[in-house]
């Protein structure tokens, strides 16, 4: 049975109507409207859901804000993720929004379809399409673990922005790769140049390089291994060319017992792809990512003969498919090839 019960203001007048509605074996339910009507309505609704037997109490999704989840999101669930402190950037980000006040009970596709549209002409698509990612993977955590009861998820029944065309940037040439290799050595970051140059020689993602430990480096065999994989794999092994096997044995010169205990590369993801950005533009290098390195040491390793498998199996893509569109042959050395 619903009572309504009139809010007034201190001078008498009426500024509301809250709604209680008591059902035996289910906790009371309240709601406070603005208008009568609206307050009939939604009685009414409860009710006849509570007779039919598909009630759910929607007490939390009216009390929790979309900013409240993704909070918890943040505390509970991210740090369990690989790149957590990527994503907890891009959550504090996302917190900063209107669209966070709004109840979870209260948001609509239309919020995030204008939420969408803002953003696009802020960022790229592929930056969108990983917020909505984002956003989808907060708001179902809501619902299916957290008890914060919505008939379905908004983002999913939202249009997504067209994904962008797979990067295909590689090093241009010869000079342009001393140019970015003498760059990285003039750096105050000594660990720079090592680093790049790994990453050409081995394909290993910029994560990868930042978390790898001397004690998975074995320079005698000429390999090194990297554990908990993105693609899921509890670990990968990786051949080194002389040249990487070079940089390591130059980098390990002069450490004590404590050093080789610890990181190859103690330098911060973010810290790396500042200072890389910072020496492309000091030596007049446009539209390379560190991310790109990769891109370009897969294909060297198509160019140098390398079987599909192989090459998967060295830099760690999930599969033949995602391995191929990392890889970006120079035309000219397909020339060669056809005679």
Partial sequence: MATFIERKNAQGEIIGYQVKIRHSGLAPQSKTFTKKADAKRW??????????????SR?????????????????????????????AIRIKALKRYSICRNSMSALTVDDFAKWRDGRLAEVSAGTVIRE???????????RREW???IPNNPVSLIRRPKPPPPCDR????????????AACDEDDNKLLGPIVRIA?????????LCNLLWKDVNLERGTLTLRGQK??????????????????????????EDDLKGLVFPIDQNVLKMRFRRV????????????????EATSRLFEKGYETMEVVKITGHKTMHMAMRYTHLLAERLREKLG
Wanted: hydrophobic fraction near 35%; charged fraction near 35%; include cysteine.
């Fill in 43 to 56: 009685a009414e609704k409860i009710e006849t859901e509570i007779k039919d037997r598909v009630f759910v």
């Fill in 59 to 87: 007490k939390e999704a009216d009390r929790k804000t979309l900013g409240d989840m993704a909070q918890r999101y943040l505390e509970e669930i991210t740090p369990t993720h690989k790149g957590a402190d990527q994503e």
């Fill in 132 to 142: 909505l990612n984002l956003w989808h993977a907060i708001i179902e955590t809501a």
């Fill in 147 to 149: 008890g914060v009861n």
């Fill in 170 to 181: 590689r090093i241009n040439s010869k000079d342009e790769e001393a140019s970015l290799l």
């Fill in 200 to 208: 050409i020689e081995t394909a290993m993602r910029q994560g990868e």
């Fill in 231 to 256: 693609n899921g794999d509890p670990f990968r092994g990786v051949p080194l060319s002389t040249t990487a096997i070079r940089v390591l044995e130059e980098l390990k010169e002069g450490l004590d």
């Fill in 280 to 295: 492309c533009k000091r030596a007049n290098i446009e539209g390379l990512r560190f991310h790109d390195l990769r891109h």
